[in-house]
């Protein structure tokens, strides 16, 4: 609470002096001790934050080296159980081989520079952590000095003020009493934490840099020793195994040199193709007759809707129309002739039946609720090859006009104003 009523009574005497209305005092000395201070504090923290990147750098350096040693172990896992692997694939057996002995490496590795990070935390970071909470401290001397400034100030300004008003009262005197005591003791708190943050800076600016020379040498020995080490080991790994000797350049062009159709028999599978490999087997099941006769409208088979046997989807003719009901191979029935005797009921049935009434007019039907509107969600990208066709992406909420029982039927869409008709198979209800 005392602290809160005299930064209060601080807070005046700030905002006058920092807009120049009131005077402000300064000790160039001090200044200059100050700015070096805040030097040493700016490296120390520094020094603490680049000890701690270059260690997660390290660390992070052997955990992603290890990493990549255990996927590449992986990748030949599928070879584990072939027999003869070596002879069967002559050109990867130094791979094969080497890929283990890097795994190993990485360990071993890993293993022998855990030390060496160690010892930058305790013989660096810990030291450099000590130093700061030295600074910290320093730190709030000056901070006190400081503010025992302001009080200094505040009250020499008041006691000016004060002095130089012609016609006093008996409270300007009384006034004036007080005010030439708390400049007083101001004076005395402030001269004496002044003084001895002059005669103490300087000694401990000297001691500082004492104690950070070794630090730095020894931080640069120990980057320099982890460096040689993992040199040795990558050295040691690639001797008789790769050439290290070349440029840039040339690594990379004797990697070109022995790479061999690898990539190209990649490609050429049909695993690795996307949808216009599909398109493509399925046209050719297609033309095998597999597929039959589908085409963009409704159909009972199970087979995808496909297109002519290019790689686009050119669109087939739809099947022919049923025949007519009645076209059948039964016999036509003879034509009928009403007997002589048949003709009297007929007459007197036919006579009734006009003089009834007339039926009552068909009750209207109800008007039907439209069904909902129904969205689906594209799966694929689907480039339109013919009128008619819906082009969407992966992705595209499209709204559902016609659709049949079967997902591998055409159906018919709507998307940003435009319809059209779009394979069932590519999208999914949302």
Request: hydrophobic share 35%; with cysteine.
């Amino acid at each position: 609470m005392k602290g809160i009523t005299r930064a209060l009574a601080r807070t005046p005497h700030m905002v006058t002096a920092k807009v120049g209305m009131s005077k402000k005092s300064s000790d160039p000395e001090f200044d200059d001790y100050h700015r070096k201070f805040t030097t040493l504090e700016a490296e120390t923290e520094k020094l603490l934050k680049d000890c701690g990147v270059f260690t997660a750098s390290v660390v992070s350096l052997l955990s992603s080296g290890q990493n990549f040693a255990t996927s590449f172990a992986n990748l030949f896992q599928p070879l584990a159980g072939e027999y003869d692997v070596m002879g069967k694939h002559p050109a990867a057996a130094n791979t094969i081989r080497n890929v283990n002995q890097y795994q190993s490496m990485m360990e071993d590795l890993r293993t022998i520079l855990s030390p060496e990070l160690e010892l930058i935390s305790s013989r660096i970071v810990s030291p450099a952590k000590e130093l700061q909470i030295v600074l910290k401290h320093i730190r709030k001397q000056i901070t006190k000095r400081d503010h025992k400034l302001i009080d200094y100030d505040r009250f020499n300004n008041s006691l000016t003020k004060l002095r130089e008003k012609k016609e006093k009262s008996l409270s300007d005197e009384k006034n004036l009493f007080k005010l030439e005591q708390d400049f007083e003791a101001a004076t005395n708190e402030y001269e004496t934490l002044n003084s001895a943050m002059k005669a103490d800076l300087p000694r401990f600016m000297v001691l500082a840099t004492q104690f950070i020379d070794p630090l730095f040498h020894s931080f640069y020995y120990m980057q320099l020793n982890i460096f040689y080490l993992m040199l040795d080991k990558f050295n040691g790994f690639a001797s008789g195994k790769y050439e290290t000797g070349g440029s840039g350049a040339q690594i990379a062009d004797a990697y070109e040199a022995s790479r061999t159709d690898a990539i190209e028999q990649v490609e050429a599978l049909n695993i690795t193709k996307r949808m216009v490999s599909t398109a493509k087997l399925m046209a050719q099941k297609r033309d095998t007759g597999s597929l039959g006769s589908l085409g963009r409208s409704a159909s009972s088979s199970s087979a995808p809707p496909v297109r002519t046997p290019s790689a686009t989807f050119a669109k087939k003719s739809p099947p022919p129309p049923p025949s007519p009901f009645g076209s059948t191979n039964t016999a036509t029935p003879p034509p009928y002739s009403a007997g002589a005797g048949s003709a009297g009921p007929i007459a007197a049935a036919n006579a009734t039946a006009a003089k009834r009434a007339p039926p009552p007019p068909p009750v209207k039907p109800k008007p039907r609720a439209e069904p909902p509107v129904q969205y689906v969600v594209a799966l694929y990208d689907f480039a339109a090859q013919a009128d008619g066709d819906l082009e969407f992406s992966a992705g595209d909420r499209i709204e559902l006009v016609e659709r049949t029982g079967s997902t591998e039927d055409w159906w018919t869409g709507r998307l940003n104003g435009r319809q059209g008709v779009f394979p069932g198979n590519y999208v999914q209800e949302s």
